[in-house]
């Protein structure tokens, strides 16, 4: 770990319109990777807006690497089945980290990034300075599948002794 920059705290907050994998309703799960670190939420039952509020957290070493970000639901008897996926790149949201930035007023718009084909942004996402952090707030449109997004919010923790940005 002696190439670590700092961790990315990963705040799931909820999915809107997940598919349908069960009867009527789906059991899903939220599972992130970066590199060879992999990460899940706990499981929503029967819910296709679920509301998971889980906070993950990744050691960066490699910002250029993406972050994966898959939707699952959970079943008991057979495998888990698949309910989209998404991926996002974290150099947007690491060059206004490595602005160094501090006291601005709550809500300073720093970036915004517009949806486009390279990425899977349902709408455009803003990195805010918010409570004396860098934060941003995206909205991912999952892939290979029906419907569904999930919303999630990025903040960084630097960790003293490490590299840092």
Avoid at 26 to 38: F, L, T, W
Avoid at 104 to 114: F, H, K, N
Wanted: some cysteine.
């Amino acid at each position: 770990m002696e190439n670590l920059l700092g961790l990315l705290r990963i705040h799931v907050q909820r999915g809107v319109n997940l598919a349908v994998r069960d009867v009527v309703s789906s059991d899903p799960y939220v599972v992130i990777k970066m590199g060879k670190q992999k990460l899940k939420t706990r499981v929503i039952n029967k819910n296709v807006n679920p509301e998971w509020n889980d906070d993950l957290t990744l050691s960066i070493s490699d910002p250029r690497l993406p972050v994966h970000l898959y939707v699952y639901d959970k079943d008991k008897f057979s495998f888990d089945d698949k309910m989209g996926e998404a991926e996002f790149d974290i150099n947007p949201f690491l060059e206004a980290v490595r602005m160094r930035l501090k006291d601005l007023p709550d809500g300073t718009i720093v970036t915004r990034i517009c949806p486009n084909r390279q990425n899977c942004l349902a709408e455009e996402s803003q990195i805010v300075w918010k409570d004396g952090k860098v934060v941003q707030n995206m909205v991912l449109r999952l892939k290979n599948v029906e419907s569904g997004e999930v919303e999630l919010q990025l903040q960084w923790i630097d960790i003293p002794g490490s590299r840092g940005l």
